[in-house]
């Protein structure tokens, strides 16, 4: 672990037990299983939203930003945290405290993606593997609905 990263555990252990955890070439800053700040390249963002963004526009900060496979720049929702902050024992622990808000809050809006229903196939298998899945499973459901509606077993074969 380097020694920036060292020192901003430290500095954000202001909000509880915080950790580090290599990722994108960074680190993920989380407190439990909550991201809530990113360590890239020797700067620190925290996360943001509508009712944080004006402290960080106001300090002049930037977001996070990336370059795309397309060489588009990418804008996350992780701004660069002024180092006069990072330094406050004053100040930190506010700003700090609402990107943890701000975390908790995009974890629970957070849309999940339905469950479709579908058999899930690797994707190696052949279109036709697919096809014949389903058909095996409809066989199935159709013979369970039989058996419920007649209330009768099917004899065994000798």
Known sequence: MDSY?????????????????AMFGGHGIYLG???????????????????????YIQ????????????GKPVSMSYWCLPLDVLESNED??????KS???AKSAKLTKPKKPST?????????????????KAIASKKKLLVKK????????????
């Open 147 to 158: 058996k419920a509606t007649t209330g009768k077993k099917k004899p065994k074969k000798k």
């Open 5 to 21: 990263l060292e020192f901003v555990l430290e500095r954000l252990s202001v909000a509880g037990k915080v950790s580090g955890k």
């Open 92 to 97: 930190l622990p506010k700003w700090v405290n």
């Open 117 to 133: 229903g579908k058999l899930k196939i690797a994707t190696s298998k052949k279109k036709s593997s697919l096809v014949k899945s």
């Open 59 to 70: 300090a002049g900060m930037k977001p996070f930003t990336y370059q795309a496979k397309n």
């Open 33 to 55: 299983d909550l991201i809530f700040g990113l360590v890239v390249n020797g700067v620190l963002y925290l996360k943001v939203d509508d009712s944080n963004i004006k402290d």
């Open 100 to 102: 943890i808000q701000v």
